[in-house]
């Protein structure tokens, strides 16, 4: 078991990657320390030094992680390493009460790792256009729809916002929600008869948690002027806060 060395952990595929495009959006917030990156193959850390978990985005989950007969679908680009990676090691940070940010793949990792489910395909279980929720890139974020947020939710109050605009990068999306989590934001326009609309973000249903997953990617809109750039930035500096003094 390799040491937590009192940080923020990183869970990632990429550290490069992780690094460029994640570290600016924390670096931007305050958070001045360096992080603890992790990816599959990486020892898992010992959590008694953790200070908080930060889930980054990435390919999809495998639909045996939430004990899904169905095969895997023929769009999916499943990291079943990954899965195996982060699985325990969401689930020993929430047993240890730490801020948890899950981020695209993050904010799903975290709902099936908690007893959630998934949708696989969004534009086959929504009857949509393929390209509704894949658009732009991490580099060049297109933003594309809104997000609607629950106005009594405590992500509403750390965004200042009730509806923003937001770049879209995926094609699953939280299905059935983990009975510790809430969802708290949603896509109005993407809805299926049976379930509502598409769930674009999800928090801790005990409110002494700081957990929080967004199934956009700020971390590419924090250089932007305006509500969704105000909205992701908002978002880093109450993880780094809450990470606290560094």
């Known amino acids: 078991m390799s040491s937590a060395n009192s940080n923020l952990l990183v869970s990632c595929r990429n550290k490069s990657g992780a690094v460029k ?34 889930l980054t985005g990435g390919s999809d989950i495998h639909p045996r992680c939430w004990e899904s007969p169905d095969a895997v679908h023929r769009e999916a680009d499943v990291d ?14 929430w047993e240890r009460n730490l801020p948890i940010l899950g981020i695209c793949r993050g904010e799903q990792i975290l709902n099936v790792a908690l007893g959630g489910s998934m949708i696989q395909h969004v534009p086959e279980y929504y009857d949509c256009d393929a390209t509704r929720h894949q658009h732009g890139t991490q580099d060049h974020p297109e933003m594309r729809h809104r ?11 750390l965004l200042g916002e009730d509806v923003f605009l937001v770049n879209s990068r995926h094609h699953q999306a939280v299905k059935q929600v983990a009975p510790e989590l809430v969802a708290v934001g949603w896509h109005l326009d993407t809805v299926h ?4 609309p598409l769930v674009e973000a999800l928090e801790a249903r005990d409110p002494a948690r700081w957990v929080f997953g967004v199934q956009w990617h700020p971390e590419n809109l924090v250089g ?6 105000e909205a992701a930035r908002d978002l880093f500096r109450a993880f780094a806060t809450r990470l606290g003094p560094r």
């Not at 932007?224 to 750039?229: D, F, R, S, T, V």
């Open 21 to 54: 495009h994640y570290l600016p959006a924390l670096r931007g917030a305050g958070w001045a320390a360096e992080p603890c990156l992790l990816a599959p193959g990486d020892p898992l850390p010992d959590l008694d030094g953790a200070i908080g978990l930060l």
């Open 80 to 93: 079943e390493d990954r899965d195996a990676f982060e699985l325990p090691l969401i689930r020993a940070a």
């Open 147 to 157: 997000v609607q947020l629950a106005p009594g939710s405590r992500l509403r109050a």
């Open 193 to 196: 008869a049976r379930s509502g």
């Open 224 to 229: 932007l002027k305006g509500p969704a750039g």
